[in-house]
């Protein structure tokens, strides 16, 4: 069974830094694409960055392009988003979520939620001004 935890999030200033990781289980990272999405109060779901478990072939949202790094350590079967210059528009409950490399590695730049079938439960991000 595929598992995902999210951890790391709270309440950050604006300018300031977060660093989110998720954990998987039940699945080898390297055969997998590993993405974070989030989603704001009243607000659909968006794509902020995902990352090839095979080759490390990253793409991001232009929202956070710049500000944003994704990274994995399969060793660890763990998923990272350090996310810095933080603005209020960032507040929302972030997830990460996996799906087969054989099914989403020509999507990865979509960002889409719909290509990605495994979610973790989230973590609450918030930006005060």
């Known amino acids: 069974e595929i598992q995902l935890v999210e951890s790391g999030g709270g309440l950050v200033q604006a300018g300031g830094s977060l660093n989110l990781s998720c954990t998987g289980s039940?699945?080898?990272?390297?055969?997998?694409?590993l993405a974070w999405f989030r989603q704001a109060p009243g607000k659909e779901c968006e794509g902020v960055s995902s990352?090839?478990?095979?080759?490390?072939?990253?793409y991001y949202a232009d929202s956070v392009k710049g500000r944003f790094t994704i990274s994995s350590d399969n060793a660890k079967n763990t998923v990272y988003l350090q996310m810095n210059n933080m603005v209020p528009e960032d507040t929302a409950v972030y997830y990460c979520?996996?799906?087969?490399?054989?099914?989403?590695?020509?999507?990865?730049?979509?960002?889409?939620?719909?290509?990605?079938?495994?979610w973790g439960r989230g973590t609450q991000v918030t930006v005060s001004s």
């Open positions: 979520a996996v799906e087969l490399l054989i099914l989403a590695e020509r999507k990865l730049w979509k960002l889409s939620p719909y290509d990605y079938e495994y």
């Open positions: 039940g699945f080898d990272f390297d055969d997998f694409a």
């Open positions: 990352i090839s478990g095979s080759d490390g072939v990253t």
